[in-house]
Protein backbone atom coordinates (compact mmCIF):
# COMPACT_ATOMS: atom_id res chain seq x y z
CA UNK A 1 0.00 0.00 0.00
CA UNK A 2 1.27 3.53 -0.65
CA UNK A 3 2.13 5.48 2.25
CA UNK A 4 1.65 8.55 0.99
CA UNK A 5 -0.14 10.86 3.19
CA UNK A 6 -4.52 10.94 2.35
CA UNK A 7 -6.05 14.10 4.15
CA UNK A 8 -7.87 11.87 5.64
CA UNK A 9 -4.68 10.22 7.36
CA UNK A 10 -3.72 13.81 8.62
CA UNK A 11 -6.55 13.92 10.30
CA UNK A 12 -6.69 10.84 12.04
CA UNK A 13 -3.08 11.57 12.71
CA UNK A 14 -3.14 14.79 14.16
CA UNK A 15 -6.28 13.29 16.44
CA UNK A 16 -4.25 10.44 17.97
CA UNK A 17 -1.20 13.20 18.70
CA UNK A 18 -3.34 15.16 20.81
CA UNK A 19 -3.94 12.33 23.21
CA UNK A 20 -2.22 12.47 26.22
CA UNK A 21 -1.24 9.49 28.50
CA UNK A 22 -2.23 11.47 31.66
CA UNK A 23 -5.40 11.02 33.23
CA UNK A 24 -6.91 13.89 35.01
CA UNK A 25 -9.45 14.16 37.42
CA UNK A 26 -11.98 16.94 36.44
CA UNK A 27 -10.73 19.51 38.45
CA UNK A 28 -7.39 19.37 37.20
CA UNK A 29 -8.86 19.62 33.36
CA UNK A 30 -10.77 22.65 34.44
CA UNK A 31 -7.53 24.32 35.79
CA UNK A 32 -5.51 22.88 32.56
CA UNK A 33 -7.99 24.96 30.42
CA UNK A 34 -8.04 27.89 31.78
CA UNK A 35 -4.07 28.44 31.50
CA UNK A 36 -4.08 26.67 28.22
CA UNK A 37 -2.78 28.74 25.49
CA UNK A 38 -5.46 30.39 23.58
CA UNK A 39 -4.03 29.04 20.00
CA UNK A 40 -0.71 26.84 19.26
CA UNK A 41 1.76 27.53 16.60
CA UNK A 42 2.93 25.06 15.87
CA UNK A 43 -0.73 22.93 15.49
CA UNK A 44 -3.48 22.62 13.13
CA UNK A 45 -5.89 25.29 13.30
CA UNK A 46 -9.79 24.88 12.16
CA UNK A 47 -8.98 26.71 8.92
CA UNK A 48 -6.32 23.97 8.00
CA UNK A 49 -8.24 21.55 8.74
CA UNK A 50 -9.75 18.74 5.61
CA UNK A 51 -13.36 16.91 6.48
CA UNK A 52 -13.77 14.22 4.43
CA UNK A 53 -16.75 12.78 3.52
CA UNK A 54 -17.81 9.06 4.88
CA UNK A 55 -17.23 6.03 2.64
CA UNK A 56 -20.37 4.75 1.48
CA UNK A 57 -20.56 1.44 -0.35
CA UNK A 58 -22.73 2.10 -2.86
CA UNK A 59 -22.63 3.35 -6.62
CA UNK A 60 -24.74 5.64 -8.96
CA UNK A 61 -26.94 3.50 -11.21
CA UNK A 62 -27.90 4.78 -14.68
CA UNK A 63 -31.17 5.55 -13.87
CA UNK A 64 -30.00 8.71 -11.31
CA UNK A 65 -30.77 11.81 -12.05
CA UNK A 66 -27.31 13.57 -12.10
CA UNK A 67 -28.37 16.65 -13.06
CA UNK A 68 -30.48 17.20 -10.53
CA UNK A 69 -27.86 16.10 -7.77
CA UNK A 70 -25.44 18.63 -9.14
CA UNK A 71 -27.53 21.49 -9.11
CA UNK A 72 -27.44 24.10 -6.67
CA UNK A 73 -30.39 24.58 -3.73
CA UNK A 74 -32.62 27.17 -4.34
CA UNK A 75 -32.65 28.95 -1.02
CA UNK A 76 -35.48 30.81 -1.25
CA UNK A 77 -37.77 28.51 -2.96
CA UNK A 78 -36.30 26.48 0.53
CA UNK A 79 -37.85 29.19 2.06
CA UNK A 80 -40.94 29.39 0.39
CA UNK A 81 -41.81 25.47 0.83
CA UNK A 82 -40.98 26.41 4.76
CA UNK A 83 -43.31 29.01 4.56
CA UNK A 84 -46.18 26.93 3.36
CA UNK A 85 -45.52 23.91 5.82
CA UNK A 86 -45.66 26.50 8.70
CA UNK A 87 -48.02 28.87 7.83
CA UNK A 88 -49.77 28.91 4.37
CA UNK A 89 -51.48 24.88 5.24
CA UNK A 90 -52.64 25.96 8.24
CA UNK A 91 -54.36 28.82 6.96
CA UNK A 92 -56.22 27.41 3.75
CA UNK A 93 -59.34 26.44 5.22
CA UNK A 94 -61.75 26.54 8.37
CA UNK A 95 -62.18 23.25 8.92
CA UNK A 96 -59.37 21.20 10.93
CA UNK A 97 -60.00 17.72 9.33
CA UNK A 98 -59.63 19.30 6.04
CA UNK A 99 -56.39 21.75 7.19
CA UNK A 100 -54.68 18.69 8.12
CA UNK A 101 -55.11 17.37 4.22
CA UNK A 102 -53.40 20.78 3.05
CA UNK A 103 -50.91 20.35 5.52
CA UNK A 104 -49.99 17.17 5.11
CA UNK A 105 -51.20 15.35 1.92
CA UNK A 106 -51.46 18.19 -0.36
CA UNK A 107 -47.54 18.37 0.42
CA UNK A 108 -47.04 14.95 0.32
CA UNK A 109 -48.52 15.17 -3.42
CA UNK A 110 -46.41 18.23 -4.66
CA UNK A 111 -43.19 16.94 -3.57
CA UNK A 112 -43.71 14.10 -6.24
CA UNK A 113 -44.69 16.31 -9.34
CA UNK A 114 -42.39 19.13 -10.08
CA UNK A 115 -45.41 21.29 -11.47
CA UNK A 116 -47.40 21.04 -8.41
CA UNK A 117 -44.42 22.16 -6.34
CA UNK A 118 -44.46 25.26 -8.50
CA UNK A 119 -48.00 26.06 -7.97
CA UNK A 120 -47.20 25.11 -4.43
CA UNK A 121 -44.62 27.83 -3.91
CA UNK A 122 -46.49 30.40 -6.10
CA UNK A 123 -49.15 30.44 -3.21
CA UNK A 124 -46.98 30.45 -0.85
CA UNK A 125 -45.32 33.62 -2.43
CA UNK A 126 -48.79 35.12 -2.68
CA UNK A 127 -49.07 34.50 0.87
CA UNK A 128 -45.59 35.99 1.91
CA UNK A 129 -46.67 39.23 -0.50
CA UNK A 130 -50.35 39.64 1.10
CA UNK A 131 -49.71 38.59 4.86
CA UNK A 132 -45.92 38.37 5.47
CA UNK A 133 -45.00 41.60 4.01
CA UNK A 134 -42.09 42.40 6.56
CA UNK A 135 -40.54 38.90 5.51
CA UNK A 136 -41.11 39.68 1.48
CA UNK A 137 -39.23 43.27 2.18
CA UNK A 138 -36.22 41.49 2.96
CA UNK A 139 -36.07 39.61 0.29
CA UNK A 140 -32.62 40.66 -1.32
CA UNK A 141 -33.02 38.54 -4.54
CA UNK A 142 -31.95 40.48 -7.71
CA UNK A 143 -35.51 39.44 -8.71
CA UNK A 144 -38.52 40.82 -6.91
CA UNK A 145 -40.90 38.15 -4.99
CA UNK A 146 -43.76 39.11 -7.27
CA UNK A 147 -41.62 37.77 -10.27
CA UNK A 148 -41.05 34.77 -8.63
CA UNK A 149 -44.17 33.67 -7.99
CA UNK A 150 -45.56 34.63 -11.52
CA UNK A 151 -42.63 32.22 -12.93
CA UNK A 152 -43.31 29.35 -10.28
CA UNK A 153 -47.61 29.98 -11.07
CA UNK A 154 -46.62 29.60 -15.05
CA UNK A 155 -44.45 26.75 -15.05
CA UNK A 156 -47.21 24.91 -12.79
CA UNK A 157 -50.35 26.04 -15.68
CA UNK A 158 -47.34 24.60 -17.78
CA UNK A 159 -47.17 21.36 -16.08
CA UNK A 160 -50.80 21.07 -15.35
CA UNK A 161 -52.06 21.31 -18.78
CA UNK A 162 -49.33 18.51 -20.06
CA UNK A 163 -50.93 16.30 -17.33
CA UNK A 164 -54.38 17.06 -18.86
CA UNK A 165 -53.57 16.12 -22.03
CA UNK A 166 -52.94 12.46 -20.13
CA UNK A 167 -55.26 12.56 -17.90
CA UNK A 168 -56.37 9.00 -16.59
CA UNK A 169 -56.74 7.01 -13.56
CA UNK A 170 -52.92 7.23 -12.53
CA UNK A 171 -52.76 11.23 -12.51
CA UNK A 172 -56.37 12.33 -11.55
CA UNK A 173 -55.52 12.84 -8.01
CA UNK A 174 -52.24 15.51 -9.53
CA UNK A 175 -54.51 16.82 -10.99
CA UNK A 176 -56.98 17.47 -8.36
CA UNK A 177 -54.29 18.88 -6.61
CA UNK A 178 -53.09 21.45 -8.99
CA UNK A 179 -56.73 22.34 -9.17
CA UNK A 180 -56.94 23.18 -5.66
CA UNK A 181 -54.30 24.96 -5.65
CA UNK A 182 -54.91 27.23 -8.53
CA UNK A 183 -58.34 27.54 -7.47
CA UNK A 184 -56.62 29.19 -4.52
CA UNK A 185 -53.91 30.89 -6.33
CA UNK A 186 -56.69 32.98 -8.20
CA UNK A 187 -58.36 33.97 -5.24
CA UNK A 188 -55.64 34.99 -3.52
CA UNK A 189 -54.17 36.99 -6.58
CA UNK A 190 -56.77 39.72 -6.82
CA UNK A 191 -54.97 40.69 -3.13
CA UNK A 192 -51.62 41.80 -5.24
CA UNK A 193 -52.19 44.91 -7.24
CA UNK A 194 -49.35 43.66 -9.93
CA UNK A 195 -51.23 40.50 -10.50
CA UNK A 196 -53.95 40.09 -13.20
CA UNK A 197 -55.66 37.60 -15.52
CA UNK A 198 -54.72 37.84 -19.45
CA UNK A 199 -57.99 38.44 -21.15
CA UNK A 200 -56.24 36.71 -24.95
CA UNK A 201 -57.71 33.63 -26.05
CA UNK A 202 -60.67 33.88 -23.40
CA UNK A 203 -63.32 34.73 -25.92
CA UNK A 204 -64.75 31.04 -25.61
CA UNK A 205 -65.35 28.70 -22.82
CA UNK A 206 -62.16 27.49 -21.27
CA UNK A 207 -61.66 23.94 -20.98
CA UNK A 208 -59.42 21.54 -19.12
CA UNK A 209 -57.17 22.20 -22.48
CA UNK A 210 -57.36 26.18 -22.17
CA UNK A 211 -56.47 27.20 -18.83
CA UNK A 212 -55.16 30.95 -18.75
CA UNK A 213 -52.46 32.13 -17.19
CA UNK A 214 -51.84 35.51 -15.16
CA UNK A 215 -49.56 37.93 -15.95
CA UNK A 216 -48.37 41.44 -14.41
CA UNK A 217 -50.71 44.58 -14.73
CA UNK A 218 -51.37 47.31 -13.27
CA UNK A 219 -54.77 47.53 -14.24
CA UNK A 220 -57.25 49.11 -11.42
CA UNK A 221 -60.33 48.08 -12.78
CA UNK A 222 -63.06 45.59 -11.05
CA UNK A 223 -61.35 42.42 -12.07
CA UNK A 224 -63.05 39.39 -13.85
CA UNK A 225 -60.36 36.95 -15.58
CA UNK A 226 -59.79 35.39 -13.00
CA UNK A 227 -63.24 33.60 -12.73
CA UNK A 228 -62.01 32.03 -16.08
CA UNK A 229 -59.21 30.32 -14.47
CA UNK A 230 -61.21 28.82 -11.69
CA UNK A 231 -63.97 27.82 -14.03
CA UNK A 232 -61.37 26.24 -16.75
CA UNK A 233 -59.68 24.26 -14.02
CA UNK A 234 -62.57 23.33 -12.22
CA UNK A 235 -63.56 21.25 -15.26
CA UNK A 236 -61.45 18.58 -14.18
CA UNK A 237 -63.72 17.98 -11.34
CA UNK A 238 -66.80 16.85 -13.68
CA UNK A 239 -65.01 15.09 -15.73
CA UNK A 240 -63.52 12.61 -12.92
CA UNK A 241 -66.13 13.17 -10.29
CA UNK A 242 -66.95 9.79 -9.38
CA UNK A 243 -62.98 8.40 -9.88
CA UNK A 244 -62.07 11.50 -7.47
CA UNK A 245 -64.30 11.22 -4.42
CA UNK A 246 -62.47 7.89 -3.68
CA UNK A 247 -58.73 9.21 -3.42
CA UNK A 248 -56.68 11.06 -0.77
CA UNK A 249 -58.46 14.49 -1.19
CA UNK A 250 -62.12 13.83 -0.48
CA UNK A 251 -62.85 15.26 2.61
CA UNK A 252 -62.08 18.50 0.77
CA UNK A 253 -64.51 17.92 -1.85
CA UNK A 254 -67.42 17.81 1.09
CA UNK A 255 -69.24 20.04 1.85
CA UNK A 256 -71.83 18.79 4.41
CA UNK A 257 -74.00 22.28 4.49
CA UNK A 258 -73.94 22.94 1.02
CA UNK A 259 -77.48 21.83 0.46
CA UNK A 260 -81.06 23.17 -1.17
CA UNK A 261 -82.91 22.81 2.75
CA UNK A 262 -83.16 26.40 2.89
CA UNK A 263 -85.87 26.18 -0.19
CA UNK A 264 -88.56 24.65 3.29
CA UNK A 265 -88.28 27.83 5.18
CA UNK A 266 -87.88 30.19 2.61
CA UNK A 267 -90.86 32.56 3.86
CA UNK A 268 -89.05 32.66 7.08
CA UNK A 269 -85.67 33.41 5.68
CA UNK A 270 -87.13 36.33 3.86
CA UNK A 271 -87.48 38.08 6.72
CA UNK A 272 -84.26 39.83 8.65
CA UNK A 273 -83.34 37.31 11.12
CA UNK A 274 -82.43 37.76 14.77
CA UNK A 275 -78.87 36.49 15.30
CA UNK A 276 -77.52 34.23 18.41
CA UNK A 277 -76.55 36.67 21.33
CA UNK A 278 -72.95 34.52 20.73
CA UNK A 279 -72.13 36.24 17.33
CA UNK A 280 -70.80 39.48 17.58
CA UNK A 281 -69.32 39.85 13.94
CA UNK A 282 -70.48 43.33 13.00
CA UNK A 283 -70.55 42.51 9.00
CA UNK A 284 -72.65 39.54 10.15
CA UNK A 285 -75.32 41.41 11.45
CA UNK A 286 -75.44 44.12 8.40
CA UNK A 287 -75.69 41.16 6.42
CA UNK A 288 -78.93 39.71 7.92
CA UNK A 289 -80.82 42.38 7.87
CA UNK A 290 -80.96 43.00 4.53
CA UNK A 291 -79.57 39.93 2.10
CA UNK A 292 -83.19 38.97 1.05
CA UNK A 293 -84.28 42.45 0.36
CA UNK A 294 -81.10 43.20 -1.38
CA UNK A 295 -81.81 39.97 -3.81
CA UNK A 296 -85.67 41.90 -4.53
CA UNK A 297 -83.75 44.89 -5.59
CA UNK A 298 -81.74 43.01 -8.33
CA UNK A 299 -84.54 41.08 -9.28
CA UNK A 300 -86.62 44.50 -10.04
CA UNK A 301 -83.75 46.25 -11.57
CA UNK A 302 -83.79 43.28 -13.65
CA UNK A 303 -87.65 43.32 -14.51
CA UNK A 304 -87.10 47.10 -15.39
CA UNK A 305 -83.97 46.68 -17.64
CA UNK A 306 -85.66 43.79 -19.87
CA UNK A 307 -88.95 46.03 -20.40
CA UNK A 308 -86.41 48.79 -21.29
CA UNK A 309 -83.98 47.36 -23.35
CA UNK A 310 -84.70 43.77 -24.47
CA UNK A 311 -86.77 43.58 -28.25
CA UNK A 312 -88.42 40.40 -29.03
CA UNK A 313 -85.66 37.08 -30.00
CA UNK A 314 -85.41 36.33 -33.78
CA UNK A 315 -87.12 33.63 -34.86
CA UNK A 316 -84.69 31.88 -36.45
CA UNK A 317 -82.50 31.85 -32.78
CA UNK A 318 -84.92 30.95 -30.35
CA UNK A 319 -84.48 27.64 -30.71
CA UNK A 320 -80.64 27.50 -29.14
CA UNK A 321 -78.47 29.21 -26.39
CA UNK A 322 -75.24 30.13 -28.94
CA UNK A 323 -72.13 30.75 -27.29
CA UNK A 324 -71.60 34.38 -26.62
CA UNK A 325 -69.82 35.89 -28.67
CA UNK A 326 -70.53 34.14 -31.70
CA UNK A 327 -72.46 35.71 -34.95
CA UNK A 328 -75.89 36.72 -33.36
CA UNK A 329 -78.26 40.02 -34.05
CA UNK A 330 -77.95 42.46 -31.23
CA UNK A 331 -81.52 42.19 -30.15
CA UNK A 332 -80.57 38.57 -29.60
CA UNK A 333 -77.42 39.29 -27.81
CA UNK A 334 -79.18 41.10 -25.34
CA UNK A 335 -81.38 38.88 -24.44
CA UNK A 336 -79.12 35.96 -23.48
CA UNK A 337 -77.45 38.19 -21.36
CA UNK A 338 -80.08 39.43 -19.65
CA UNK A 339 -81.03 35.48 -19.24
CA UNK A 340 -77.53 34.95 -17.79
CA UNK A 341 -77.93 37.77 -15.36
CA UNK A 342 -81.37 36.22 -14.22
CA UNK A 343 -79.59 32.87 -13.46
CA UNK A 344 -77.00 35.03 -11.57
CA UNK A 345 -79.26 36.32 -9.38
CA UNK A 346 -80.47 33.41 -8.94
CA UNK A 347 -77.16 32.14 -7.70
CA UNK A 348 -76.71 35.47 -5.44
CA UNK A 349 -80.40 33.78 -4.11
CA UNK A 350 -78.68 30.53 -3.29
CA UNK A 351 -75.60 31.78 -1.60
CA UNK A 352 -77.45 34.11 0.58
CA UNK A 353 -79.73 31.68 1.47
CA UNK A 354 -77.58 29.64 2.77
CA UNK A 355 -76.05 31.22 4.86
CA UNK A 356 -79.18 32.78 6.28
CA UNK A 357 -80.19 29.31 6.88
CA UNK A 358 -77.16 28.13 8.52
CA UNK A 359 -77.26 31.46 10.96
CA UNK A 360 -80.73 30.36 11.20
CA UNK A 361 -80.04 26.95 12.99
CA UNK A 362 -77.37 28.83 15.52
CA UNK A 363 -80.44 31.17 16.14
CA UNK A 364 -83.21 28.17 16.82
CA UNK A 365 -80.30 25.85 18.46
CA UNK A 366 -79.13 25.95 22.14
CA UNK A 367 -77.61 28.94 23.25
CA UNK A 368 -73.73 28.94 24.20
CA UNK A 369 -72.28 32.31 24.64
CA UNK A 370 -68.97 30.72 24.09
CA UNK A 371 -69.65 29.87 20.42
CA UNK A 372 -67.52 32.21 17.82
CA UNK A 373 -67.72 33.83 14.75
CA UNK A 374 -64.39 31.51 13.67
CA UNK A 375 -67.58 28.56 14.17
CA UNK A 376 -70.26 30.29 12.08
CA UNK A 377 -67.52 31.38 9.53
CA UNK A 378 -66.81 27.68 9.56
CA UNK A 379 -70.39 26.62 9.01
CA UNK A 380 -70.84 29.30 6.28
CA UNK A 381 -67.54 27.64 4.37
CA UNK A 382 -69.28 24.31 4.49
CA UNK A 383 -72.36 25.57 2.29
CA UNK A 384 -69.72 26.05 -0.23
CA UNK A 385 -70.13 29.96 -1.04
CA UNK A 386 -66.95 29.90 -2.55
CA UNK A 387 -68.45 27.72 -5.52
CA UNK A 388 -70.30 30.39 -7.30
CA UNK A 389 -67.77 30.63 -10.04
CA UNK A 390 -68.65 27.60 -11.45
CA UNK A 391 -72.43 28.63 -11.24
CA UNK A 392 -72.81 31.57 -13.03
CA UNK A 393 -73.14 31.72 -17.04
CA UNK A 394 -70.36 32.47 -19.56
CA UNK A 395 -72.26 35.31 -21.05
CA UNK A 396 -72.74 37.04 -17.47
CA UNK A 397 -68.93 36.67 -16.80
CA UNK A 398 -68.05 37.94 -20.59
CA UNK A 399 -70.38 40.92 -20.13
CA UNK A 400 -68.12 42.08 -17.33
CA UNK A 401 -65.34 43.39 -19.13
CA UNK A 402 -66.54 43.29 -22.62
CA UNK A 403 -66.28 46.61 -25.00
CA UNK A 404 -69.86 45.72 -26.53
CA UNK A 405 -71.74 45.45 -23.48
CA UNK A 406 -71.52 49.12 -21.35
CA UNK A 407 -74.08 51.69 -19.56
CA UNK A 408 -76.72 49.39 -17.00
CA UNK A 409 -76.49 46.47 -18.62
CA UNK A 410 -72.74 45.84 -17.71
CA UNK A 411 -73.44 48.22 -14.48
CA UNK A 412 -76.17 45.09 -13.56
CA UNK A 413 -73.39 42.56 -14.03
CA UNK A 414 -70.54 44.12 -11.93
CA UNK A 415 -73.47 45.12 -9.19
CA UNK A 416 -74.37 41.11 -9.11
CA UNK A 417 -70.77 40.05 -9.13
CA UNK A 418 -70.25 42.51 -5.87
CA UNK A 419 -73.41 40.92 -3.89
CA UNK A 420 -71.69 37.42 -4.71
CA UNK A 421 -68.50 38.71 -3.76
CA UNK A 422 -70.01 39.70 -0.41
CA UNK A 423 -70.51 36.02 0.20
CA UNK A 424 -66.63 35.76 0.70
CA UNK A 425 -65.77 38.75 2.12
CA UNK A 426 -67.74 37.62 5.00
CA UNK A 427 -64.92 35.03 5.27
CA UNK A 428 -62.23 36.98 6.69
CA UNK A 429 -60.34 34.47 8.69
CA UNK A 430 -59.84 32.50 6.01
CA UNK A 431 -55.94 34.42 4.35
CA UNK A 432 -56.99 34.49 0.76
CA UNK A 433 -60.42 35.82 1.46
CA UNK A 434 -59.43 38.62 3.93
CA UNK A 435 -59.99 42.31 2.73
CA UNK A 436 -59.62 40.52 -0.72
CA UNK A 437 -62.93 41.30 -1.89
CA UNK A 438 -63.17 44.49 0.08
CA UNK A 439 -60.97 45.95 -2.40
CA UNK A 440 -63.25 44.43 -5.32
CA UNK A 441 -66.43 45.94 -3.87
CA UNK A 442 -64.81 49.49 -3.68
CA UNK A 443 -63.95 48.96 -7.17
CA UNK A 444 -67.34 48.54 -8.37
CA UNK A 445 -69.05 50.95 -6.55
CA UNK A 446 -66.40 53.61 -8.32
CA UNK A 447 -66.86 52.42 -11.64
CA UNK A 448 -70.92 52.20 -10.93
CA UNK A 449 -70.44 55.17 -9.48
CA UNK A 450 -68.89 56.64 -12.35
CA UNK A 451 -70.94 54.69 -15.22
CA UNK A 452 -74.14 54.08 -14.37
CA UNK A 453 -77.10 54.93 -13.42
CA UNK A 454 -78.58 55.95 -9.83
CA UNK A 455 -80.90 53.13 -9.32
CA UNK A 456 -77.49 51.06 -9.33
CA UNK A 457 -75.83 53.60 -7.56
CA UNK A 458 -78.20 52.91 -4.71
CA UNK A 459 -78.20 49.26 -5.16
CA UNK A 460 -74.57 49.37 -4.63
CA UNK A 461 -74.66 51.40 -1.30
CA UNK A 462 -75.78 47.61 0.78
CA UNK A 463 -72.45 45.59 -0.01
CA UNK A 464 -70.56 49.04 0.52
CA UNK A 465 -72.34 48.91 4.20
CA UNK A 466 -71.37 45.54 4.88
CA UNK A 467 -67.83 45.80 4.29
CA UNK A 468 -67.06 48.87 5.97
CA UNK A 469 -68.27 46.83 9.47
Known amino acids: MDDAETPSSRFCNWSASTKTSTVMNPATARDASRTRPASHPNGPTPQGLQICPLDFNATLNATTDLHRLKSSLNMYDLKLLQHYILHTSKRMTLHPEKALVWERIITDIASEAEYLMHLLLALAGLDVLTTHSNISNQTKHNNSLIQIVIKHHQKGLKGLQQGIHSIGASNLEDLLTGTL??????????????????????????????????????????????????RGT?????????????CRLRSLLVFNKANEDWEHFRSELNDPIELSSGILSTRLSA????????????????????????????DNNSAFFPT???????????HYLLQDQDRAIEVVEMMYMRILYVLSLRRTGAQDSSESDLE??????DA?????????????????????????AQGLSLTILSHLYLTLALLDKIWYFDGTFDLEIKKIAAFVNQNADVELVELMKWPMHVIEQ
Open 324 to 334: PGSNMSPANST
Open 384 to 408: AVASWPTLVGEGFILSLDSDSVHGS
Open 287 to 314: FVSNASQAICDLRAFLNALKATIAPPLD
Open 181 to 230: LINAFAFASLRVRELNHSTEDLQHYPTMNDIPEIVPDNNRKPQSQWLYLI
Open 376 to 381: IQTEIE
Open 234 to 246: SSILTHSWMHLRR
